[in-house]
């Protein structure tokens, strides 16, 4: 499975993102936002035996979504930015966290993510390994340390030049915006 640093480059990929097809400046906390939502999943590692099940599931990215449109009312209003985009784009961004998890290489049993939890208890996995397999054992023995930073070096070398693309295109996007917004309220000249 990725590490948390594939997860947050994936959750800025995402807000960079949604800006460019807005082409709407967002608050940079969107971003910061959107970069722990995508790493937030594994938290369930806290809970022995419930790792890669309901925090990894399309319900969860559902309960991210409602959350999100309610939580933004305040902030969509202050920054005017619309509410549904920013919930469409914060649960996109969580839900980074099983795509990523789903194409990465599983080597602890159960293999695979219950993505349908809890209506249905089987677990899937792509078997595409497009990502190194990270170890939680053993955290600071040399082959522990050894295969994480290869890890971790894969998943920046391939999730890195996407977010950084995105990020090239925002800011080409949100280049053609004009400086100011026009205003109604100011007489003609």
């Known amino acids: 499975m990725p590490s948390p640093i594939g ?22 906390g969107l971003v910061a936002t959107c970069a722990l939502l995508a790493a937030v999943a594994d938290l369930d590692l806290l809970l022995p035996g419930y790792h890669r099940s309901f925090t990894h599931s399309l319900t969860a990215v559902a309960f991210v979504f409602i959350v999100a449109a309610a939580v933004t009312g305040e902030v969509s209003l202050r ?32 293999y695979g993510l219950q993505l349908f939890w809890p209506f249905v208890k089987t677990y899937f996995v792509s078997g595409l390994n497009v990502f190194a397999d990270t170890e939680r054992r053993h955290l600071f023995s040399v082959p522990t340390i050894v295969q994480n930073v290869w890890a971790v070096a894969q998943e920046v070398a391939i999730v890195a030049p996407i977010a950084g693309a995105l990020w090239l295109v925002r800011v080409k996007a949100l280049a053609r915006l004009p400086a ?9 000249q």
């Open 7 to 28: 997860h947050v480059l994936a959750g800025a990929a995402v807000a960079y993102a949604g800006d460019a097809i807005d082409r709407r400046r967002s608050p940079i």
């Open 79 to 110: 920054h005017h930015i619309g509410r549904w985009r920013i919930a469409l784009v914060c649960a996109c961004a969580y839900a980074t966290h099983l795509l990523l998890d789903w194409l990465g290489t599983d080597a602890l049993r159960p």
């Open 180 to 188: 100011e917004m026009p205003r109604r309220d100011h007489a003609p």
